[in-house]
T-cell receptor, first 113, second 114 residues
Framework: AQSVTQLGSHVSVSEGALVLLRCNYSSSVPPYLFWYVQYPNQGLQLLLK??????LVKGINGFEAEFKKSETSFHLTKPSAHMSDAAEYFCAVDPNTGNQFYFGTGTSLTVIP | NAGVTQTPKFQVLKTGQSMTLQCAQDMNHEYMSWYRQDPGMGLRLIHY???????DQGEVPNGYNVSRSTTEDFPLRLLSAAPSQTSVYFC?????????????FGSGTRLTVV
């Protein structure tokens, strides 16, 4: 069975501080991994993805994530938070078994001025 | 602009009414899917399709029907609306090889059933 766990449904950081959003997955085969961002009243937008190759992937808006197979993790980071980063973030797994994405329950990021 | 178009953006239904949520994409994506988003539960897959004429159930299919007569369109039908179907509905599409670009999402339909 596939699953995605996002630790922390709400995360608050100060502007300029490090952002760390955690994602762990379970998958019987090497998965494809994604982070999506959702701004209020909007659809989901792809931040970054890992498919194969380099395990540290860079996305839009200064975000990056590292695939760690041994830890089954794909945590999202950004060195310095900006007010515009306030949004809901979803980790997703495509277990490469038939085009079914599995989403985590989301992490709401608040950036404090 | 190319993308996934959902209509309507907002809808209020009375219990027992039926309606169809529309989804269209112009990217020639084979794969299309419907999700519902509820607070604290993330996105849950309702139905999906890997091509015209092919549909399958996701995690929460009860109360919903779909069909895929063309590559572009993937409507979601609520047969007899219930308050438990109050949610935000998202349509998404991708090439079959989703690792190429991931999913493209529509902007959502906010449905309230009273």
């Amino acid at each position: 069975a596939q699953s995605v766990t996002q630790l922390g449904s709400h995360v608050s950081v100060s502007e300029g501080a490090l952002v760390l959003l955690r994602c762990n997955y379970s998958s019987s085969v090497p998965p494809y991994l994604f982070w999506y961002v959702q701004y209020p009243n909007q659809g989901l937008q792809l931040l970054l993805k890992y498919t194969t190759g380099a395990t540290l992937v860079k996305g839009i808006n200064g975000f990056e994530a590292e695939f760690k197979k041994s830890e089954t993790s794909f945590h999202l980071t950004k060195p310095s938070a900006h007010m515009s980063d306030a949004a809901e973030y979803f980790c997703a797994v495509d277990p490469n078994t038939g085009n079914q994405f599995y989403f985590g329950t989301g992490t709401s990021l608040t950036v404090i001025p | 602009n190319a993308g996934v178009t959902q209509t309507p953006k907002f809808q209020v239904l009375k219990t027992g009414q039926s309606m169809t949520l529309q989804c269209a994409q112009d990217m020639n994506h084979e794969y299309m899917s419907w999700y519902r988003q509820d607070p604290g539960m993330g996105l849950r897959l309702i139905h999906y399709s890997v091509g015209a004429g092919i549909t399958d159930q996701g995690e929460v299919p009860n109360g919903y029907n779909v069909s895929r007569s063309t590559t572009e369109d993937f409507p979601l039908r609520l047969l007899s609306a219930a308050p438990s179907q109050t949610s935000v509905y998202f349509c998404a599409s991708s090439p079959i090889a989703s690792e190429l670009i991931g999913y493209t999402f529509g902007s959502g339909t906010r449905l309230t059933v009273v």
